[in-house]
């Protein structure tokens, strides 16, 4: 990747970005129109990554997520020149230890094509600086009509038996998943929701598009997991009586849509969902009761293992919180 972020660069843009302060004193610099919108961003670390851009008021909101924190909107931006400048947060835990960093973002558009820079002066390579580029969503989607939306045959997706069709997301991270007793189980002694783990989280090989997966679980109190269509949107695994509620409980597409209602049974006890993905748009049907109808879902959320909304991915099962249990896992297709 070629590297047009370099210092003497940098350097241009600030004297570039003074001069615009003097000479359009009392003018509020616009965001660039090829800035605005939703991004999957491709990270030369080949971290997952997205990007949002809108304007209010006439002032730039952020969003910016790699992997599991920062999603903001960061406080800290500003215009320099045609480039948005910005402070993050960043989660990583490459070993046995996590650890976070403040990181100054760059982005902007050079011949219709975004290009950022990340730096972290607190780091090493490949963590202290990590260019990017970046694809653009394109227009949300109308809502679909359910009614007429053509479902495929269903596949089982865990056989009851073992973890053929599954693998770890990250092969170095410990395997707590196993079939035990017609159940699909993860065993970890974690008991706290850190949003990571030397534990590992479950995909399945196969990837798909559009669909309508059920899923069975039993979240005892004080168990947090999620269920992840297309390994990009999580659905939230808690217990009813959870300190996690709203957009973050039971019912949630986690921390982005909020259920309409409580429609959870006791902890302890088998939960269903009936989850639907069409067109970018999710339907949650907790033990028979809809509590997101047909909600688009502009972004993907924290632990996302992709986040380009036009390729297919995996269900992907978060195990690098606390134990779980689930069963009865299939899928139907959208065939049309």
């Known amino acids: 990747m070629a590297r047009l972020f370099g210092k003497r660069v940098w350097v241009g843009l ?103 820079l990340i730096l972290c002066d607190s780091l090493d390579a490949p963590y202290d600086r990590i260019e990017f580029t970046g694809k653009k969503y394109p227009a949300m989607p109308a809502k679909p009509d359910l009614t007429k939306v053509k479902f495929g045959q269903a596949v089982t997706l865990f056989n009851g038996k073992d973890l053929a069709g599954w693998r770890l997301n990250e092969p170095n991270k410990t395997n707590g998943w196993s079939a035990r007793d017609g159940l699909l189980v993860n065993t970890t002694p974690k008991t706290d929701f850190g949003s990571t783990g030397t ?45 996690m509620q709203g957009k973050i409980g039971i019912g949630s597409v986690f921390s982005v849509i909020g259920p309409s209602h409580q429609a959870a049974g006791e902890p302890g006890t088998w939960q269903s969902y009936d989850l639907t993905l069409v067109d970018r748009h999710v339907t949650i049907v907790l033990n028979g009761e809809t509590v997101v109808d047909n909600v688009p879902v502009d972004r993907p959320t924290g632990g996302a293992i992709h986040t380009d909304p036009m390729t297919a991915g995996p269900i992907f099962l978060q195990g690098d919180h606390t134990s779980i249990e689930y069963r009865n896992v299939y899928l139907e297709p959208v065939l049309e």
């Open 14 to 116: 600030r004297l570039i970005a003074l001069v615009g302060v003097f000479v359009g004193a009392g003018l509020q610099a616009k965001v660039p129109e090829s800035l605005l919108g939703t991004w999957s961003l491709q990270l030369e670390t080949e971290e997952p990554a997205w990007l949002k851009v809108e304007e209010e008021d006439g002032k730039p909101i952020v969003r910016m997520r790699v992997h599991v924190l920062g999603a903001g909107p960061h406080k800290d931006v500003r215009l320099e020149g045609d480039e948005l400048v910005f402070s993050m947060k960043i989660k990583r835990q490459p070993g046995d230890e996590a650890f976070v960093t403040q990181n100054q973002v760059r982005v902007g558009v050079r011949d219709g094509r975004l290009q950022g």
């Open 199 to 243: 534990f590992g989280n479950l995909r399945t090989e196969a990837v798909f598009e559009d669909f309508r997966l059920h899923i069975e679980f039993r979240p005892k109190a004080g168990q947090n997991s999620g269920v992840y269509l297309r390994g990009m949107y999580e659905v939230q695994v808690v217990d009813r009586d959870s300190r």
